[in-house]
């Protein structure tokens, strides 16, 4: 049976506001600790081996908070292994004799029939006895099973926007816009003073890509405004197609209007990573679009691009302003940590949990990753400045959507489609259903 989390819907929003203060309820009275030193709960002479399993090819900001540990728990070794094909060999290494007992997750396993195995090994991780403070994690990067219980827990999140040249805008005295409206204004003056595309980004299917980071918040936007939709939207339903249309319009007015050239892009961007980030180094982009991994990749890579050796300039992280009111901040988890329940050293490792689930340590991991925490503190990395105070009745998370994998794929075949000019914003509209497999 697949594991289920709860749905939140503006309908139910008072749900869903219940929902976090249970989830606080674990760790009642800790959060006014978390800024203070850690106390260790058990012997500091305790001597064990913990491992931790995860799809990262190398994992320095984990690394560091070994170190961090060893402080408490000299005894301890802590090792960080890579799985290779890991979605495909975790469960298997979770029955093997090398079984690890931190394993990563991921939101999309709770859906999956074949990762069942891996969460049932899933210790619980809201067990108030187990003092592990989940109240430092904002409320968009809980992820709670229907019956209350954690077993997964956020150690970074991003989300879909912008990297924004500041010194172009501000060599043209211009202002990084906050609305659709502003944005439109921005684009045409940035066209007048020479810069033919004012924003690029990779041009393909992905969630880092173009489409996604430009017009998937509004799309969410509007189904959160329309919680009738979740249901026709995850079966499927050809008519719930029209939900896309606010969505699908803008994106097919802001191409006609010349602001963003999806040939272009495809022609000097080929992939969603390594490539955007580069082009985007070379200085001459006023916006940049693609998520946040796409900002964790900036640090390493100032150094490898010759461009911006030469010619260094500030960028920071917005938001796409693709609403009338603003943009919309979707927050997403790009990954999770659970715990073996089955492992030999299960009282250590949930110590370890309850180290790192402090908005100290989380981050540290957060900073040299570069990615953003799952805390209410943004002013940890000053090129995710802008996300701080970001408005409430603006902020969600995916989860809150209620929307299944297969939505997000249809909406990114459509706007991409539209985009290319392989279809209208109609055509689009009426074949809800089947446009990511044609």
């Known amino acids: 049976m697949m594991i289920r989390t709860k749905r939140f819907i503006k309908k139910i929003v008072m749900a869903a506001l219940a929902g976090s203060l249970i989830l606080g309820a674990a760790s009642c009275g800790l959060s006014s600790e978390n800024s203070a030193e850690f106390k260790p709960a ?56 090398e ?82 409206s502003e944005l439109v204004e921005t684009c045409d003056k940035l066209i007048a003073a020479g810069f033919d595309t004012p924003i690029m980004g990779d041009n393909g299917l992905t969630v880092a890509g173009i489409y996604y980071a430009f017009a998937f918040p509004l799309f969410c936007n509007n189904v959160i405004g329309n919680p009738e939709a979740v249901a026709a939207l995850n079966n499927m339903d050809s008519s719930a ?20 050239n999806p040939k272009l892009c495809s022609d000097e961007i080929e992939n969603d990573y390594d490539a955007v980030i580069m ?15 796409m900002v964790s990749g900036t640090q390493k890579r100032e150094s490898k691009s010759e461009a911006f050796i030469a010619n260094p300039f500030k960028y920071k992280f917005y938001v796409v302003p693709s609403g009338d009111e603003g943009g919309y901040f979707l927050d997403s988890v790009n990954l999770f940590f659970s715990v073996n329940k089955n492992s030999p050293n299960l009282d250590m490792t949930n ?18 990753k570069r990615l953003i925490t799952p805390t209410n503190d943004f002013s940890l990395d000053e090129v995710y400045a802008s ?35 392989e279809m209208t914003v109609d055509e689009a509209v ?4 089947s446009l990511w497999d044609n």
């Open 99 to 180: 079984a690890p007992d931190i394993y990563v997750t991921a939101s999309w396993m709770l859906d999956d029939e074949k990762m069942a195995p891996v969460l049932d090994s899933a210790e619980i991780l809201s067990d108030p006895s187990l003092n592990i403070d989940l109240d430092c994690i904002r409320q968009g990067a809980r992820w709670t099973l229907e019956n209350g219980d954690v077993i997964m827990i956020p150690i970074f999140t991003r989300s879909y926007g912008m990297l924004v040249n500041m010194d172009i805008f501000e060599k043209n005295n211009l202002e990084v816009p906050d609305t659709y």
């Open 387 to 421: 996300l701080e105070d970001f408005p409430k009745e603006r902020y969600f998370s995916f989860q809150e959507t209620g929307l299944n994998d297969a939505v997000t794929k249809e909406f990114r075949a459509a706007a991409y489609k539209v985009a290319n000019g």
């Open 241 to 260: 197609g029209e939900y896309m249309r606010p969505a699908l319009d803008k994106i097919g007015s802001f191409v006609d209007k010349g602001y963003l």
């Open 279 to 293: 082009r985007f180094f070379e200085g001459d982009v006023p916006m940049m679009l693609g998520s946040g991994d």
């Open 351 to 368: 110590e370890f949990i309850r180290f790192l689930m402090r908005e100290k340590e989380l981050g540290n991991m957060a900073a040299i």
């Open 42 to 97: 058990l012997s500091t002479d305790t001597s064990c081996t913990i491992k931790v399993a995860g799809s990262y090819s190398n994992f320095e900001s984990l690394e560091s908070e070994f170190e961090r540990f060893y402080e408490y728990y000299p005894n301890v070794s802590l090792n960080y292994v890579y799985l290779d094909d890991y979605n495909n060999t975790i469960a298997s290494a979770l029955t093997s004799d």
């Open 430 to 433: 009426s074949a809800y259903g």
